[in-house]
């Protein structure tokens, strides 16, 4: 079926076989642990912890740092690289550093790692940046798997294409506005096509590697573990899968292989995280007592995201909660006349709005604007990010509660802007919306920050969640 076509999304779940009746997510956790090796997940922007808790993310990768999460022997830890906002030479001199360090750290501590590549659902990143130059101080690998597979957001993938759930509907990944990002862009849904697109025809789609529906639901880890262990050495390998289950018995059989010397490389959405580690979806979305600040300050929305996602349910949030509205135009922020004075005032009406308890949305002007090619795009988004980044150092008041919208976003507000080292996920206060609880060395220490990814969310979740947090 040609990947530009829809599929009625009960019908096309209706027809595959029933899902592998056996839980392994006990064997999983078992199998990780008794490993003696621990998962590190390179995260190109923060939303990649939307599936975990208990778990700390790093954003510096010295030798040092990698050591110390080691030296504790965890299941997992994540590295914050926020490489989907650099260009494809400072990613790659990104990658470099880290896998030496990685190197070094794993010499130091006699801790063995696997490293999952973690990058968007919707096929956005470096991509194959990032794997390839991973491979180059860290490899050589028997293959490189592809799982962009993600439930909270709705993404599948059925009969080796990538689909997008919107509404009843499954959309062919190409076919969404995801597949025209500026920087990222692609033109086909067809996985190992997509792995040719990318590659400029270096790795042919005739020559990737698939894991089927059938066999994950039929033969179970058993026969997906054959499967990898079968894969031509230096391979790329796609998985598919519609369901929590699928992924989790991909999971286990990625143990099954990597005990009997498989080694691979990930290149993984969030889905893959949670069941590599073995760790049970949380039970119940935390509470916004959970998070929130103690004061009686406002609380802070920071939407800088441009997907259409985002701008709908940014509309929908000022439409119907009551927060106090800051928006903050793009083209003063690009003109270096303007530009200051933008920033002063917009960081005065932000901090005597959170002083005065109101809760309040400072977000970017909707007109998206672009560069005349990639790295022109990529520059503005930088030049824009610095900006809110300023403004989060302008903060005076500590807010309630504070939402980064869009991985780039929360990203540098973390970074950059609240000057955080460490912070542990605590779990989801949506699906797909982690929240991190900051470290001491952070400007604002022990706030629960809320990482809202830009594509994740019903049209009215966030005005939703804003209204919890107001009534909390």
Not at 52 to 59: F, M, P
Not at 144 to 158: D, H, K, N, Q, V
Not at 292 to 317: C, F, I
Request: hydrophobic residues 45%; charged residues 15%.
């Amino acid at each position: 079926m040609p990947d530009s076509v829809s599929l009625p999304k009960a019908a096309a779940f209706a027809a595959l076989p029933p899902a592998w009746p056996h839980d392994v997510l006990p064997a999983n956790a078992a199998a990780a642990a008794a490993s003696g090796r621990t998962l590190v997940v390179l995260d190109d922007d923060p939303t990649g912890t939307q599936t975990v808790r208990d778990v700390a993310v790093v954003t510096a990768w010295d030798a040092a740092t990698l050591a110390a999460e080691l030296a504790a022997a965890p299941a997992c830890f994540y590295i914050l690289t926020n490489s989907r906002s650099l260009t494809p030479a400072a990613t790659r001199a990104l990658h470099r550093e880290l896998a030496a360090n990685l190197r070094a750290a794993s010499a130091a501590t006699g801790r063995a790692f696997v490293v999952a590549s973690r990058s968007d659902s919707t096929l956005r990143g470096h991509y194959p940046i990032e794997t390839d130059t991973l491979a180059e101080t860290l490899g050589p690998f028997d293959a490189t798997i592809l799982t962009p597979y993600f439930e909270a957001g709705g993404r599948y993938t059925l009969g080796d294409t990538h689909y997008v759930a919107e509404g009843d509907r499954l959309v062919p990944a190409a076919a969404t506005p995801f597949a025209r990002d500026a920087a990222f862009g692609y033109r086909t849904s067809h996985l190992p096509s997509y792995v040719e697109e990318k590659t400029v025809g270096r790795t042919r789609a005739s020559d990737v590697a698939t894991i089927s529906l059938e066999v994950i639901r039929r033969g179970g880890p058993v026969a997906v573990a054959e499967k990898l262990r079968a894969l031509p050495h230096g391979s790329v390998c796609v998985v598919n899968a519609a369901a929590p289950r699928d992924i989790e018995v991909f999971a286990a059989a990625t143990l099954d292989a990597e005990a009997a010397g498989s080694r691979f490389l990930y290149r993984t959405a969030a889905g893959f995280v949670a069941a590599r580690i073995g760790q049970s979806p949380q039970h119940a979305l935390l509470s916004p007592a959970a998070f929130s600040m103690p004061t009686a300050h406002g609380g802070l929305t920071l939407v800088g995201s441009h997907v259409p996602k985002t701008t709908t349910q940014l509309a929908s949030l000022l439409a119907t909660a009551k927060v106090t509205p800051i928006g903050v135009d793009v083209a003063a922020l690009l003109d270096d006349a303007r530009r200051a004075p933008a920033l002063a005032a917009t960081a005065g009406a932000l901090n005597a709005a959170l002083a005065a308890g109101r809760d309040t949305v400072v977000y970017t002007s909707r007109q998206l604007i672009t560069g005349a090619n990639a790295a022109a795009s990529l520059a503005i988004n930088r030049r824009v990010s610095d900006a809110l980044i300023q403004l989060i150092r302008q903060l005076s008041v500590a807010p309630r509660y504070l939402i980064a919208k869009g991985g780039i976003t929360s990203s540098d507000t973390a970074t950059r802007g609240l000057g955080v080292r460490r912070a542990v996920v605590l779990g989801q206060a949506l699906p797909g919306v982690p929240v991190w609880r900051l470290g001491p060395e952070a400007k604002f220490p022990g706030l629960g920050y809320v990482v809202f990814p830009g594509n994740v969310g019903a049209d009215t979740a966030l005005a939703d969640f804003v209204g919890q947090l107001r009534s909390a």
